[in-house]
């Protein structure tokens, strides 16, 4: 599992978004499921949100803005994107897809410790995320501007009184239009738990005494980035592979010290891989993605791009890419990739 700061799919069709479900599943003994109440009769007004409830330590980087329970285990978060963010800018015209991801990935923690009680020094790690995103709807503005993000928690599992994990399933608009649709399973871990899994790789000093230097990066317009300091491929020596840069001094994807690469670096990796073998400028359109173990920094992990043959019907110029990383000789992350030409993105998603 990655720390959240993780990801993977559940299947390529939209998610169901209207009202609010909980279901039983079975996760042994120990584990019980349940579906949090409703805090009071009616909707409360929104409550503003702080950098530390979304795990940022520059407030500049909080992207949420404020949240409010519609009911059993489901949230309205109101967001507001900067007109440039410093790393999820955008290009060609087009806001950033994975800012939206960030969005989301803030909403993890955010609804963990405002709306079920989760304590502060929990982990939340991801284990799956499938997103899919109105290129065209994206098109960048001059103006900051602002989303909603309509999350409905299902599948909503504790052991004991404590939160360990669920599904988030989330509708993110602009303007009242569906931008896109995001499907997240995370595991919430104790100070313990995360001691026990992670081991002596848990030290945080130590992780950051043993990282590898990150690689000489690929050029930045071959990976659709502007300035070297964003790349997080370096060339391995084989067409279709590459090294994994952990910069940890980067001061988006490292906010704040972490033992691990987080998932947001490793969706951009997957990102960057699959437009490294685009033959023209493309933008992501879809994502699915699965995170089997945490990325170390003490070793070199590699990144592994191969292209899908397209399916009967697939638009022109749509391509899938299946990205692996593997690290100490096993897979860690995988993600089936979607782009499109940007043009063709834009036209397609009118």
Excluded at 159 to 172: C, P, S
């Amino acid at each position: 599992m990655l720390n959240m700061e993780r990801a993977g799919a559940s299947g390529s069709t939209d998610p169901p978004l209207s009202g609010s479900t909980s279901f039983l599943t079975s996760r042994g003994d120990s584990m019980l499921t349940s579906t949090l109440p409703t805090r009071g009769a009616s909707h409360p007004q929104s409550r503003p949100v702080s950098a530390a409830e979304v795990h940022k330590t520059d407030a500049n980087e909080r992207l949420l803005t404020s949240w409010r329970p519609l009911g059993a285990d489901r949230f309205a978060i109101a967001a507001r994107w900067p007109s440039h963010h410093r790393f999820y800018g955008g290009a060609y015209g087009s806001r950033d897809p994975l800012l939206l991801i960030e969005c989301v990935r803030q909403a993890i923690p955010l609804l963990c410790h405002a709306a079920y009680d989760v304590p502060f020094g929990f982990r939340q790690a991801w284990e799956d995320l499938y997103f899919q995103c109105d290129a065209s709807a994206l098109s960048a503005v001059a103006d900051p501007f602002s989303t909603e993000l309509d999350v409905v928690c299902t599948d909503v599992v504790r052991r004991g009184t404590r939160l360990a994990g669920m599904t988030m399933t989330v509708r993110a608009s602009l303007g009242g239009v569906t931008t896109a649709r995001v499907r997240t399973r995370f595991s919430n871990q104790s100070p313990a738990v995360y001691q026990r899994l992670r081991g002596p790789y848990a030290d945080m000093a130590a992780a950051h005494a043993r990282a590898l230097p990150p690689g000489t990066p690929v050029p930045p317009r071959l990976v659709g980035r502007e300035h070297t300091e964003d790349v997080v491929l370096s060339p391995a020596g084989t067409p279709g592979q590459w090294h994994l840069r952990s910069d940890l001094g980067h001061p988006g994807l490292f906010d704040h010290p972490v033992d691990h690469a987080p998932g947001m670096l490793l969706l951009e990796a997957a990102r960057q891989a699959a437009l490294a073998l685009s033959p023209r400028p493309a933008t992501v359109v879809a994502m699915k993605t699965a995170f089997t173990r945490y990325a170390e920094f003490d070793t070199p992990c590699l990144v592994s791009a191969t292209p899908v043959l397209p399916a009967p019907g697939t638009p022109e110029g749509t391509r899938d890419t299946l990205v692996e990383l593997r690290q100490n000789g096993g897979p860690i992350f995988t993600a089936e990739v979607t782009t499109r030409p940007v043009r063709s993105a834009c036209r397609a998603a009118a």
